[in-house]
């Protein structure tokens, strides 16, 4: 992922981002710019992760890039949500 340059990073962190938000449903609570934030957090998660597991992130590709990130930005969301009390997993 870090071959992408910084405009690959905030296109791929915002469509993460927002699609990641769509999901937990905190979409309302975030504006463009919390979307590329949560998406680019959610892919050096993502990518640490998946790291400990022992898949090789580096030359994923970009569709591999933008899933990583997807899931690194869900757990992000996830665990702020269980944090701030807002979490819909334990509903």
């Known amino acids: 992922m870090l071959g992408l340059g910084i405009i690959g990073w905030i296109i791929i962190g915002g469509l993460a981002g927002?699609?990641?938000?769509?999901?937990?449903?905190?979409?309302?609570?975030?504006?463009?710019?919390?979307?590329?934030?949560?998406?680019v957090i959610g892919g050096f998660i993502g990518g640490f992760l998946l790291k400990l597991f022992g898949v090789d992130v580096e030359g994923g590709g970009l569709w591999f890039s933008f899933f990583t990130c997807l899931g690194g930005a869900v757990v992000l969301l996830f665990l702020v949500g269980l944090v701030t009390g807002r979490g819909r997993a334990l509903r």
Do not use: C, E, F, R
């Not at 937990?24 to 710019?33: N, Y």
């Open 18 to 39: 927002w699609l990641a938000s769509k999901i937990m449903k905190t979409d309302a609570q975030q504006g463009i710019l919390l979307n590329i934030v949560v998406g």
